[in-house]
């Protein structure tokens, strides 16, 4: 149990297009969503806090215009890269939580989306 | 931002070896994760030791939380090659579920 799917896994674009990354909770709840962000041998940075049928929390630094978070329902959340450009190639990833559940804090994650931006 | 600091950033040992890392951390918190990394995949939980716990098992880990020195390290005993990976812990300040990271341990078995 516990498992939490991305799309895509990788993904090459052209600088200035929008590109699209899914985050799934395949069998439980999210009622919480988290973003983050890694560059190559760096930690995790938290982009963005999202609650279902609620506006995403953005972390300081991070323009929530250009990355669009939309976490419509306890099993689904996107990000949005909007215009991207080559600063944005990164990996992102996502973790759900479900505070129903037992688990306390735990966060599941997903196996992350490469980026790159030409 | 980040409150957590491991050491070593790097550790090679030999397969078969315990391996040791260390998080420490500034504030107050409600508990500390430990999660493993890949290369270039997404993290796997590992344990998670709320604050009134002083020590935890599984498996071959053994994660110790000092509260009072705001510290934890992470204890792999015996070695092997396919624990290669990079060791992040991650606390959680209170009961929601923001967590903020540590830099990272990226420790190698040598077979």
């Known amino acids: 149990g516990a498992v939490v799917s991305q799309h895509p896994s990788w993904v090459i674009c052209k600088s200035g297009t929008s590109v699209k990354i899914e985050c799934r909770s395949l069998?439980?709840?999210?009622?919480?969503m988290f973003w983050y962000r890694q560059f190559p041998k760096q930690s995790l940075m938290l982009m963005a806090t999202?609650?279902?049928?609620?506006?995403?929390?953005?972390e300081q630094g991070v323009e929530k215009d250009k990355f669009l978070i939309n976490h419509a329902s306890l099993t689904l959340s996107t990000l949005t890269v909007t215009s991207a450009h080559p600063e944005d190639s990164s990996f992102y990833i996502c973790s759900a939580g479900d505070r129903g559940l037992a688990w306390g804090n735990e966060q599941f994650f997903g196996p992350g989306t490469r980026l790159t931006v030409l | 931002s980040q409150q957590g600091e491991e050491d070593p950033q790097a550790l090679s040992i030999q397969e078969g070896e315990n391996a040791t890392m260390n998080c420490s951390y500034k504030?107050?918190?409600?508990?500390l994760q430990w999660y493993r990394q890949n290369s270039g995949r997404g993290l796997v939980h590992l344990i998670l030791i709320r604050s009134n716990e002083r020590e935890k098992h599984s498996g071959r880990l053994r994660v110790t939380l000092d509260t009072s020195k705001k510290s934890s390290s992470l204890l792999i005993t015996a070695s092997r090659a396919a624990d290669t990976a990079s060791y992040f812990c991650?606390?959680?300040?209170?009961?929601?579920?923001?967590?903020?990271w540590g830099a990272g341990t990226k420790l190698i078995i040598k077979p």
């Open positions: 069998d439980f709840q999210a009622t919480t």
């Open positions: 999202s609650n279902e049928g609620s506006k995403a929390t953005y």
């Open positions: 991650a606390t959680a300040l209170d009961s929601n579920y923001q967590l903020i």
């Open positions: 504030t107050s918190i409600n508990n």
